[in-house]
């Protein structure tokens, strides 16, 4: 008979407790989410060492406009047009896409290049390139063809250039000039991609695979403008490489594989 008294006292209890254990299931969900914010804010891509290249676009020649603003290579580094230091990126991409911004050009300045080389400057692919009439971030995608694909460990170099008079005399031109290394996809890279969908753009960036966490990033942007999310993610990814000033541009081409 005591014993019948004393069960449903027990449950009583179980019962009034309940309530105060329920908020602390949610609470590292919370955390978590902060924390990705956080380190996406507080990226730290390498800026220095070798090999080198050119971020700001300088002249060839003498015979270039002068522009408000530099053409500029959307890569992690820091120089200005007269310094030649490492503007190297990463990629797990056999076929990745190179981010151009464009200031506003002359009317008459609307022949480009793109030139993909290997470590020793032998020409890769090559393509002319017609430039948008109004300034802003353009992408060049290297074609889905096996003789361009991008082997593992390998350094590349890529040029960019911007004809100032007629491209077949091969006059005078601004140019842009980085590197990218291509690397594995590790089984621990792979399953950070797959939780992190649709923004994959997060784990590149948290283990400093730039070429493909800007390309992820830009093409969200482009098919959802109107995110200020992306806004806000895209701002603080070119903040990382010191190129927060062109955070605004808009995408005004894309080059190669269009997606």
Do not use: H
């Amino acid at each position: 008979m005591k014993l019948a008294g004393v069960i449903p006292v027990i449950l009583l209890c179980l019962v009034s407790y309940s309530p105060q254990v329920q908020p602390q299931v949610a609470q590292p969900v919370k955390n978590k989410n902060a924390n990705t914010q956080n380190r996406l804010e507080k990226l730290n891509f390498p800026r220095s060492g070798a090999p080198v290249g050119r971020r700001q676009g300088g002249a060839r020649r003498n015979g270039c406009p002068d522009l408000k603003q530099p053409v500029t290579a959307l890569v992690p580094g820091e120089g200005t047009v007269n310094e030649a230091i490492s503007f190297l990126s990463l990629t797990v991409s056999e076929y990745p896409t190179f981010w151009v911004y464009l200031p506003d050009l002359p009317t008459n300045l609307r022949s480009g290049e793109f030139v993909f080389q290997d470590e020793r400057g032998k020409n890769i692919y090559k393509t002319p390139l017609k430039l948008p009439d109004r300034s802003g971030i353009i992408g060049i995608t290297l074609p889905q063809n096996p003789q361009y694909a991008l082997k593992q460990d390998n350094k590349y170099q890529w040029y960019f250039k911007v004809y100032c008079g007629n491209p077949e005399n091969a006059s005078d031109y601004y140019y842009v000039k980085a590197w990218v290394q291509k690397v594995a996809l590790t089984p621990n890279l792979e399953s950070q991609l797959k939780a992190a969908k649709p923004k994959e753009y997060t784990a590149y960036a948290v283990n400093e695979i730039w070429q493909d966490a800007v390309t992820n990033l830009a093409d969200m942007r482009r098919t959802n403008s109107g995110s200020s999310v992306l806004a806000q993610d895209w701002t603080d990814l070119l903040k990382a490489v010191g190129l927060e000033e062109f955070a605004t541009a808009p995408i005004v081409g894309r080059y190669g594989m269009e997606r």
